[in-house]
T-cell receptor, first 109, second 117 residues
């Protein structure tokens, strides 16, 4: 079993839709949870970071962690074509970062 | 400007010819790491370094070496490259992992696309 599972997509939505991206993880020791956005031919960039359980909001983006079910979510409101990218979740206990495989999101105008 | 630089960006080489991919960061970050990204497998950690002279294996260290002689540089060395090391490689740095606020500051390099024939 992979330590972090993520649906690879692609996920296609129309502009303006609410997008929900999800990951599950297996190690209860993980405390730090991150979402990255990766455009084609670019390196990942940190989008959202959450420590322990709870919600965190930044503009149109909301990250949610439920440690009881080992579930990580990223919500994008009012999605835009510029949001089209691959979204990677990642988690760590301290030293090693473990990534999901990434979900490719396509937002059509 | 805060950044992580990698060189070369593209490299085509042959089996067995030693190569080094350089990584440098200008943010005085303690933590640096190398990843490879392959279709369907996502990002997998090769090696990481918590600080100068402190390195440790990630999930896929076989066939790779690293060194951390100074804080800003973290080169990835392939002593005898093989075709299964054909991949997209990323270097990353994090300010100081292990505290709640530390992961807010992290950067990835632009990537090195390596092809081993």
């Amino acid at each position: 079993q992979k330590e972090v599972e993520q649906d690879p997509g692609p996920l296609s939505v129309p502009e303006g839709a609410i997008v929900s991206l999800n990951c599950t993880y297996s190690n209860s020791a993980f405390q730090y949870f991150m979402w990255y956005r990766q455009y084609s031919r670019k390196g990942p960039e940190l989008l959202m970071y959450t420590y322990s359980s709870g919600n965190k909001e930044d503009g149109r983006f909301t990250a949610q962690v439920d440690k009881s079910s080992k579930y990580i979510s990223l919500f994008i409101r009012d999605s835009q074509p510029s949001d089209s990218a691959t979204y990677l979740c990642a988690t760590t206990g301290f030293q090693k970062l473990v990534f999901g495989t990434g979900t490719r999101l396509l937002v059509s105008p | 400007e805060a950044q992580v630089t990698q060189n070369p960006r593209y490299l085509i080489t042959v089996t067995g010819k030693k190569l080094t991919v350089t990584c440098s960061q200008n943010m005085n970050h303690e933590y640096m790491s190398w990843y490879r990204q392959d279709p369907g497998l996502g990002l997998r950690q090769i090696y990481y370094s918590m600080n100068v002279e402190v390195t440790d294996k990630g999930d896929v260290p076989e066939g790779y070496k690293v060194s951390r002689k100074e804080k800003r540089n973290f080169p990835l060395i392939l002593e005898s490259p093989s075709p299964n090391q054909t991949s997209l490689y990323f270097c990353a740095s994090i300010a100081r992992p292990g505290t709640p606020s530390s992961y807010n500051e992290q950067f990835f390099g632009p990537g090195t696309r390596l092809t081993v024939l």
